[in-house]
């Protein structure tokens, strides 16, 4: 037993049953905290050996669940990585946890929240361990269920239930889909351990594959939150608590993508170019519609949970390309391309878990998600602000930061693309390259928004007023993160070829693993773009440090005189008088009207005794996000009807029941005589 | 094409500035040397009508035109006092554009000029003892020149404003 | 030496930017049948506002103060990354034109953020609009940057300058036209030109860019104003050096260098006398008419990547 993966086990049992024994108060809270940051960093430990290393770490346990195999643990590069994930932001968000439940003390159980947090983490870690269908599922399983109780957490919420009952249907399904990919590519292996799964793959037939890939895609796709199977998240996200939401976001979503690229690029070994078609198509769609309904969103978190959908989406790209050159023989694009894919990953994990550790902050300090009663807390919550700031900065994929080194990453590797002369990849690289760019720009209105809203100009809100900073454990883990994205933004150089290590040497991915620039420079292995994220980063502080000098030394030394807001002359400035959320985001829902149909309802009351005179006008305006309408809504409506015709056979009589069973006996034995053997 | 060859048969429309007229302006003090040298070739003007019936708002937005041109002397209008260098007033300042017209002169940083266009600026004009008039702009804001005229002409108002930053053509 | 160039280039781009400015001003006024304000009258403007008093809102916070610095430094930043005297710059590792692209966005996105912290309703709209227009902008500069490296073989833009420097044909070729009609597109969107939007413009609901500015003051103005300057220089080089580059000095000596510099201001004066023609013979066009504007923007992009792909 590898010692970081039994410090990491005991890290997180440790929190799990301390959280679950301790009284309550700050030692509970305590304990679940220390649990979360002693077992990530024994995850990340294990993560960093294997990955840097070479050498994968196997545990099996056959004698503990001796069905199908037991358990058995094998950790390689490409499921270091995903552990790596895992444990990188436990800590963080261990360490803001701490502080940000205490505002849960009496109103709901903190035991349960402090133990089903360290078991989610744990089956998270362990998931990418997996090395067989029993493990990789046990552990799949265990996420989805104690990821649902932390959805559950703040049951008073009105929309909480509702939810999680969305998530946990959503990921059984995801479940069940996954579950049968795995058995059709069991079927024609001795057992159900990973390596014979690779090497049975090769005798499956072409339409068996391609069955396997479809499943495996819907099943992990609804996990990682591809449009149209991503209904849970915007759901889910912004009712869990935020360093949960954080996690669920950063990690969770990723395993999705685990999951895709275990079947499909590990075991199965790539496929036809269609697959990546079909991945880019998708992920381009999710990009897209996720963007396009962040930026009409005023709950802060929602906004956030539909921004995940596009990151996801952009993953999605960078994987279908890979897949694509892979099916085009062009391993060594696929190499950069997947490794692109990944470090987006990596990036948006450590920004998207800022921003939302940043909203939860926001939460602790008004008790409000709706940005249209928020503002001006800038002044009330300092820290808070820059921190949301500099994520702001990343997820809108500005320079310096880690998110544009990641774009900058997923467009030069759809370059080589562009030039192919197969049947259809360069119109999709073009459609890939045309929707990466508009989800940027509109990632960056949607972020002024968010940032600007919510923090910037005056209170709206008696709530927003008396905002208070949050305490230092949420700082700190806030902290903690805005350092992540800076750092791994000047470090691509380093981290680069470690992802493409991570993917060597599966499918037909070229071992040696190429270099991605040296120093300050990062470059593409193949063609001549370069570029250097710290010297820009250096230049931009310079030059901005010169221009302050100069302007001080020349400009006049009027000091500064502070003076009411220009308002043309109007006598005195409310809240009501500056731009809402709603106002921001306007011209783009003119723009892309067609495509959100929002529903416009006016009533117009007048005055009893004079038609002249209006007594009150009331203006509703909503977006119903079409899927939901036209696909989700009749599908709920037909299971519905189904299961109440379903239950006429659940008639409550003891007769009926008896009746069924003998029914079912005969049948088993007419089968057993008929078909002997 | 037709406005490309409209333009070139046109040519330059713009009247040199005569000198004289110095009966209708009223300096009520030597600007301050150092705001004089400031604003000697880029001086920014935001207009305010506080209250006036936009006669002297004709004869001003005839300044921005080709024929009077204000712009050959560096002069040109602002949206924002903030971005002003001087307040161009005109009107009798009415009781509800009494408050705004204050406001407007905190928003503008300085050094700041301010130059009342027309009679009503001065003196009421024939407004003068109406309810809605709360007085003269030298009763509201601090005034560096006074343009007389009802309303002024164009190059009156242009050769005031050039007085008052020290630029006499 | 070669950072001698850099230093040089950048001071160059900040001291003729204003100019580039004024010359449009000066050609529209004309263009007006008016005398108008000299070539050089912007100087003397941002001159005047370093010496003004800055005046702020009591309800901005530092992010307002901050604002202009960074606007100015990133516009700034990237007068080292373009090709505007000579190639290969010895910064060409440090940035290629998607990095120059994002730069631009950075000083867009500040600038906005500057618009919504006093709290005033012309700063939101302005925010608003300004990054709705950037966001449907966007496409755009992607795909025409994916046109010029797919004939240069990279977005490095030393690279794309020497490519075409190289196969005079290619500057006739339809990819590169249509290219060059969507980045004209792009500029006048991304610089505030009409018929986008109106830098004269004093009603306030149809302002873009001013209205973001409309609070600042002082130094705080003349860096914001200095900036956008710089950006129309910048785009102007951008098309004018990427699309028609000779001139621009490949071995450094004097007389290229020379050379280099007379033939920048030949681009930037033809450029500058067609945006005064375009903007004196065209009107606005109301905000909701811009996003079919920049559409036909993208479609011109998709048809020069297409045609640049099928002529290989």
Not at chain 1, 266 to 283: E, F, K, N, R, V
């Amino acid at each position: 037993m590898n010692l970081e993966f039994g410090l990491m086990l005991g890290g997180y049992g440790v929190g799990a049953v301390g959280a679950l024994l301790m009284p309550g108060g700050r030692a509970g809270r305590g304990i679940a905290a220390f649990g979360m940051v002693w077992g990530g960093a024994a995850g990340l430990a294990l993560s960093l050996q294997v990955l840097l290393g070479g050498a994968a770490f196997t545990l099996e346990v056959p004698t503990l669940l001796s069905i199908a195999d037991g358990l058995a643990f094998r950790l390689d590069a490409l499921g270091a990585f995903f552990l790596g994930l895992v444990g990188l932001l436990a800590i963080p968000c261990g360490v803001y946890g701490f502080e940000y439940v205490g505002a849960y003390e009496g109103r709901y159980s903190l035991r349960l929240l402090g133990a089903m947090l360290n078991m989610f983490l744990l089956t998270m870690s362990l998931v990418p361990c997996a090395d067989n269908v029993l493990t990789f599922l046990l552990m799949w399983e265990g996420m989805s269920l104690t990821s649902y109780f932390l959805v559950l957490t703040e049951a008073d919420e009105p929309d909480t239930i509702a939810a999680a009952g969305w998530y946990l249907a959503m990921t059984h399904v995801g479940l069940a889909l996954a579950l049968a990919g795995f058995l059709i590519l069991a079927a024609n292996a001795t057992t159900t351990a990973f390596g014979d799964l690779r090497t049975a793959a090769a005798s499956l037939t072409p339409a068996m594959r391609n069955t396997v890939f479809l499943l495996a895609l819907a099943g992990f796709g609804s996990k990682a939150g591809i449009v149209p199977l991503h209904v849970w998240l915007p759901r889910a996200h912004p009712a869990a608590p935020s360093h949960v939401s954080a996690l669920m976001s950063g990690v969770m979503i990723k395993l999705g993508v685990y999951g895709l690229l275990r079947i499909g690029l590990d075991l199965l070994g790539g496929g036809p170019a269609w697959w990546g078609a079909l991945l880019i198509g998708l992920g381009a769609l999710s990009a897209v519609v996720g963007v396009l309904y962040a930026l009409m969103e005023n709950d802060l978190k929602r906004l956030l949970a539909y921004s995940s959908v596009e990151n996801i989406g952009l993953v999605f790209i960078g994987l279908g390309a890979g897949f694509l050159f892979l099916g085009l023989d062009a391993t060594a694009a696929a190499l950069v391309a997947f490794a692109a894919a990944l470090y987006h990953a990596l990036n948006h994990a450590a920004f998207k878990s800022l921003l939302f550790l940043g909203a939860g902050s926001v939460l602790h300090a008004t008790r409000t998600r709706d940005m249209n009663r928020l503002g001006g807390l800038i002044r009330g919550l300092p820290w808070t602000a820059a921190f949301f700031l500099v994520g702001a900065l990343a997820i809108a994929g500005l320079p310096p930061l880690n998110g544009f080194v990641s774009e900058w990453l997923l467009f030069q590797s759809l370059l080589p693309g562009i030039e192919s002369r197969a049947p259809m990849v360069a119109p999709l690289m073009t459609l890939a390259v045309s929707v990466l760019a508009l989800t940027a720009g509109l990632a960056a209105a949607g972020f002024v928004k968010a940032f600007g809203i919510t923090f910037l100009a005056i209170p709206r809100s008696p709530a927003a007023e008396c905002a208070h900073e949050a305490p230092v454990s949420m700082r700190v883990g806030m902290g903690i993160l805005a350092v992540a994205c800076a750092v791994f933004g000047l470090a691509a150089v380093a981290i680069m070829p470690a992802l493409a290590a991570a993917l060597a040497g599966s499918a037909r991915l070229p071992v040696p693993v190429p270099g991605f620039g040296s120093g300050v420079s990062l470059s593409m292995p193949s063609g001549f773009a370069r570029m250097s994220p710290t010297l820009v980063a250096l230049g931009l502080i310079l030059i901005t440090g010169a221009a302050w000098l100069v302007v001080r030394l020349f400009a006049s030394r009027w000091p500064v005189r502070v003076s009411a807001t220009w308002g043309c002359g109007r006598v005195v400035q409310t809240p009501r008088m500056e731009y809402t959320s709603t106002a921001f985001a306007e011209p783009l829902r003119r723009v892309f009207a067609e495509l959100y149909r929002p529903t416009q309802d006016l009533s117009i009351d007048f005055h009893p005794e004079s038609r002249y005179f209006v007594q009150s006008i009331e203006y509703r305006s909503e977006i119903v996000p079409w899927f939901e309408r036209y696909l989700y809504a009749p599908l709920v409506t037909r299971v519905r009807r189904w299961s109440i015709w379903v239950r006429a056979l659940q008639s409550g009589s003891a007769h009926a029941y008896l009746t069924y069973l003998v029914i079912a006996l005969l049948g088993l034995l007419t089968l057993l005589i008929v078909r002997p053997g | 094409m037709r406005l490309l060859s409209k333009i070139l048969r046109v040519g330059l429309a713009t009247e040199p500035l005569a000198p004289g007229g110095d009966d209708v302006l009223r300096l009520l003090h030597e600007v301050d040397a150092r705001a004089r040298q400031l604003f000697g070739r880029a001086l920014a003007i935001r207009e305010v009508d506080a209250g006036s019936c936009n006669g002297c708002e004709l004869e001003i937005s005839g300044l921005m035109g080709p024929v009077y041109d204000s712009e050959r002397f560096g002069v040109y209008f602002v949206a924002s006092p903030r971005h002003a260098d001087l307040l161009l007033v005109t009107g009798p300042v009415t009781r509800n554009m009494a408050v705004p017209l204050v406001k407007t002169y905190e928003a503008t940083p300085a050094p700041k000029l301010v130059v009342a266009v027309g009679d009503c600026a001065r003196t009421c004009g024939v407004f003068k003892g109406s309810y809605a008039v709360a007085g003269s702009v030298d009763q509201i804001i601090p005034v560096d020149a006074f343009v007389d005229g009802c309303p002024p002409e164009p190059t009156a108002i242009l050769r005031g404003i050039l007085a008052v930053i020290g630029r006499r053509r | 030496m070669g950072y001698v160039l850099e230093v040089a280039q950048a001071a160059l781009a900040l001291a003729l930017a204003p100019g580039l400015a004024g010359l449009i001003r000066w050609l529209k006024a004309r263009l007006q049948n008016r005398r108008g304000a000299p070539v050089w009258q912007p100087y003397w403007e941002l001159a005047k506002l370093f010496q003004k008093e800055v005046v702020v809102s009591s309800n901005a916070s530092w992010l307002f103060r901050a604002a202009p610095f960074i606007v100015f430094a990133s516009t700034t930043a990237v007068t080292f990354l373009v090709p505007i005297l000579a190639v290969p710059l010895p910064f060409d590792g440090l940035g290629d034109l998607l990095v120059v692209v994002y730069l631009l966005l950075l000083s867009t996105f500040f600038l906005s953020l500057g618009g919504l912290d006093p709290g005033s309703p012309f700063g939101g709209m302005g925010a608003s609009r300004e990054m709705t227009v950037a966001a449907l902008a966007e496409p755009t500069v992607a795909l025409a940057i994916f046109a010029l490296a797919l004939a240069a073989g990279s977005t490095n833009l030393g690279q794309i300058v020497a490519r075409t420097m190289a196969d005079p044909g290619a500057f006739l070729s339809p990819g590169h036209l249509l290219a060059f009609g969507a980045l004209f597109i792009v500029t006048l969107a991304e610089t505030g030109r009409l018929p986008i939007d109106n830098p004269a413009t004093h009603l306030e609901l149809t302002m873009i860019h001013e209205a973001m500015v409309l609070e600042y003051s002082g130094r705080y103005l003349a860096l914001i104003e200095w900036a956008a300057a710089v950006k129309l220089f910048i785009f102007f080089a951008l098309l004018g050096n990427l699309f028609i580059p000779w001139g621009v000095s490949v071995v450094l000596t004097p007389t290229t260098v020379a050379v280099a510099v007379a033939s920048l201001l030949v681009k930037l004066v033809v450029l500058a006398a067609v945006v005064a023609v375009l903007e004196t013979r065209i009107a606005k066009l109301r905000l909701f008419r811009v996003p079919e504007l920049l559409s036909v923007s993208f479609v011109l992009a998709l048809l020069a990547v297409t045609s640049s792909f099928l002529l290989k």
